[in-house]
């Protein structure tokens, strides 16, 4: 039973496909790196509360990276250039209310957030540039988090 994840990196840190698996119960995840990728490294734990990405200068999730975490509540990064999230990756997060981005970039890739039903609010702090596909957020009410030079791209 691992509570808490602290991971940390000088430069980039790179976490493989399942390395977080089977029957794990994290209460937080928080990353620390410049340059961080994330494969489907957390699908289908038990991720209760929140991860926390700092200080990164540019972050990639894999299609499906967080994808049936139930128990999560929030995802809060501090960036300062892109972050990256694959398709599906927080799909059935279903307890996923709370999204805090810090970032100049951000992309969100098709059905990023399918079936979380307690998604509320998406918050984009300093951001100059959103791309994401109609199908990104699955009828989720982004208008409150889109800046005004917004792309959204062709599914």
């Known amino acids: 039973y691992l509570q808490n994840v602290n991971l940390e990196a000088a430069l980039s840190l790179k976490i493989g496909d399942f390395c977080f698996s089977g029957d794990l119960n994290?209460?937080?995840?928080?990353?620390?790196?410049?340059?961080?990728?994330?494969?489907?490294?957390?699908?289908?734990?038990?991720?209760?509360?929140?991860?926390?990405?700092?200080?990164?200068e540019q972050i990639s999730f894999n299609d499906n990276s967080f994808e049936n975490c139930s128990s999560l509540?929030?995802?809060?990064?501090?960036?300062?250039?892109?972050?990256?999230?694959?398709?599906?990756?927080?799909?059935?997060?279903?307890n996923l209310s709370n999204v805090i981005l810090n970032s100049e970039q951000i992309i969100f890739f098709n059905n990023c957030f399918d079936s979380c039903s307690s998604l509320s609010k998406i918050e984009c702090e300093k951001v100059t540039e959103i791309h994401y596909f109609k199908n990104s957020f699955n009828e989720i009410d982004i208008k409150n988090a889109s800046p005004t030079n917004h792309q959204n791209e062709s599914s």
């Open 26 to 56: 994290i209460n937080t995840l928080e990353i620390h790196g410049n340059s961080i990728y994330i494969g489907k490294s957390f699908l289908s734990i038990v991720l209760n509360k929140k991860i926390n990405l700092i200080d990164s």
């Open 73 to 94: 509540e929030t995802v809060e990064m501090s960036l300062n250039k892109c972050v990256k999230f694959g398709s599906f990756c927080f799909s059935k997060a279903t």
